[in-house]
């Protein structure tokens, strides 16, 4: 009896390691490793943001790692780069940015806004 349990466990196991391995591999985006500012971030901010806010700019500059976590933390950037299109604040200005852009930067958060 003890063996049969231990041999049905097995293979329950089994069967979900591969019924998981199924589902990721289903998924559209897997992002494995966390995100961070110098792999996935800056670029976007580059291209999307400095135009406006470099560093000899009048407003808050976003131009290196510790400004751009800082405006994370310290204002309402994520709220503001999720706004629709026409809504006060949005940011860009020009029109929000594709949704697999904002989305690495809310998971940059999420991971804890490490910089390498
Ligand atoms: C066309 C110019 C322009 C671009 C491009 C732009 N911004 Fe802005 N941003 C502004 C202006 C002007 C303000 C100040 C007025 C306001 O608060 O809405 C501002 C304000 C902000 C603030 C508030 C700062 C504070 O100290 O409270 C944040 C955060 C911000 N922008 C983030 C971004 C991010 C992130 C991007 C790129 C995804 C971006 N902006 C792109 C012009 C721009």
Redesign the pocket.
């Known amino acids: 009896m003890k063996k049969y349990i231990y041999l049905s466990g097995l293979i329950l196991s089994l069967y979900s390691c591969e019924s998981t391995t199924y589902e990721s591999l289903e998924e559209p985006t897997v992002i494995v490793e966390d995100v961070t500012y110098t792999a996935n971030v800056k670029s976007?901010?580059d291209a999307?943001?400095i135009?406006?806010?470099a560093a000899e700019s009048t407003?808050?500059p976003?131009e290196t790692y510790d400004q751009v976590k800082d405006?994370v933390l310290n204002?309402?950037?994520l709220d503001?780069?999720q706004r629709q299109n026409g809504t006060?604040?949005q940011?860009?200005?020009?029109g929000r940015?594709p949704q697999d852009k904002i989305n690495l930067i809310l998971q940059w958060n999420t991971d804890g806004l490490l910089e390498n």
């Open positions: 976007i901010i999307n943001c135009a406006c806010h407003l808050r976003l405006a204002t309402d950037l503001r780069i006060p604040g940011m860009p200005k020009a940015m």
